[in-house]
């Protein structure tokens, strides 16, 4: 087989898997009524709460006007609130309500934040090596972003 019908396989492979991860997040998620990018937005306050909107980017998979729609819509939720930043009454941070910090809990405490069963079947050595080749495969991406 030829290198580049290999490549062709692997990308094939981690695309197929991209999709399955994600319809795996949105079934588990959904009884729930948010979505795992929401989910994500919630933990990142809940380790460091009243983030301004700009902060809650990510630079590399995130963009403002994504960041904007899903605080809307977990605002709406009543998920966060917009509070005026104390420093500068232009800008808005955005804060965990008790409901965001509750649903959290109840995520946690059923199991549905992690993936360990997707995991179960490998040991340590091998978890830590997917974790590094797939760190590779981010860094690779990313750096050849202008």
């Known amino acids: ?18 999709r399955a991860l994600r319809y795996h997040e949105l079934e588990r998620l959904e009884p ?12 990142r306050l809940q ?9 809650l ?14 605080v809307n819509q977990l605002e709406r939720a009543r998920l ?8 500068d009454g232009r ?3 955005v804060w965990l309500t008790s409901t965001g910090r ?15 069963d997707l995991l179960a079947s490998f040991d340590d050595v091998e978890i830590r090596t997917l974790t590094e080749l797939v760190r590779r495969i981010e860094h690779a991406l990313t750096s050849t972003r202008s």
Request: zero cysteines.
């Open 102 to 116: 509750g649903l959290l809990a109840r995520l946690e405490g059923e199991g549905r934040l992690g993936h360990a």
């Open 57 to 70: 980017v990510d630079p590399t998979f995130d963009d403002r006007a994504n960041i904007t729609h899903l």
């Open 80 to 87: 966060v609130e917009r509070r005026p930043d104390e420093g």
């Open 1 to 18: 087989m030829a290198l580049d019908s290999i490549e062709g396989a692997l990308l094939a492979r981690l695309r197929r898997l991209g």
């Open 32 to 43: 729930y009524g948010v979505t795992p990018e929401q989910v994500r937005l919630l933990i």
């Open 47 to 55: 380790d460091r709460d009243g983030l301004g909107q700009s902060e």
């Open 91 to 93: 800008r808005r941070r």
